[in-house]
């Protein structure tokens, strides 16, 4: 049974750093995507980046140069490095995995999703 557990989150001020945590059991693959994805209140869920098997990572847009994903594979764990954070930040944010079925990770390549943890940024 493939298991996928954040931790982390919580409320900071603006400017703030958070580290998010997912522990992921019972998932092997030889080729794989890890992601970060964050839902903003009233919006659809959306990617924040993804880690490929290869150590291929990449971040959005918008939160290029403030975040960073990072993963322990010793200890099966994936990480999201939150810097600067801003308000826009605020979310649920869920770490997920799945089989790599392209030459890059893609939203449908995730099959296996975390129950999330709130990140709340006030000013």
């Given at each position: 049974?493939?298991?996928?557990?954040?931790?982390?989150?919580?409320?900071v001020k603006a400017g703030g750093t958070l580290r998010l945590s997912c522990?992921?059991?019972?998932?092997?693959?030889?080729?794989?995507?890890?992601?970060?994805?964050?839902?903003?209140?009233?919006?659809?869920?959306?990617?924040?980046?993804?880690?490929?098997?290869?150590?291929i990572t990449t971040l959005a847009d918008s939160w290029k140069g403030r975040?960073?994903?990072?993963?322990?594979?010793?200890?099966?764990?994936?990480?999201?490095?939150?810097?600067?954070?801003?308000?826009?930040?605020?979310?649920?944010?869920?770490?997920?995995?799945?089989?790599?079925?392209?030459?890059?990770?893609?939203?449908?390549d995730f099959s296996y999703w975390g129950q999330g943890t709130q990140v709340?940024?006030?000013?």
């Amino acid at each position: 049974q493939v298991q996928l557990i954040e931790s982390g989150g919580g409320s900071v001020k603006a400017g703030g750093t958070l580290r998010l945590s997912c522990a992921i059991s019972g998932y092997k693959a030889s080729r794989y995507c890890l992601g970060w994805f964050r839902q903003a209140p009233g919006k659809q869920r959306e990617t924040v980046g993804t880690t490929a098997f290869l150590g291929i990572t990449t971040l959005a847009d918008s939160w290029k140069g403030r975040f960073s994903i990072t993963k322990d594979a010793a200890k099966n764990t994936l990480y999201l490095q939150m810097n600067s954070l801003q308000r826009e930040d605020t979310g649920i944010y869920y770490c997920a995995a799945g089989d790599q079925l392209g030459p890059t990770c893609r939203s449908a390549d995730f099959s296996y999703w975390g129950q999330g943890t709130q990140v709340t940024v006030s000013s």
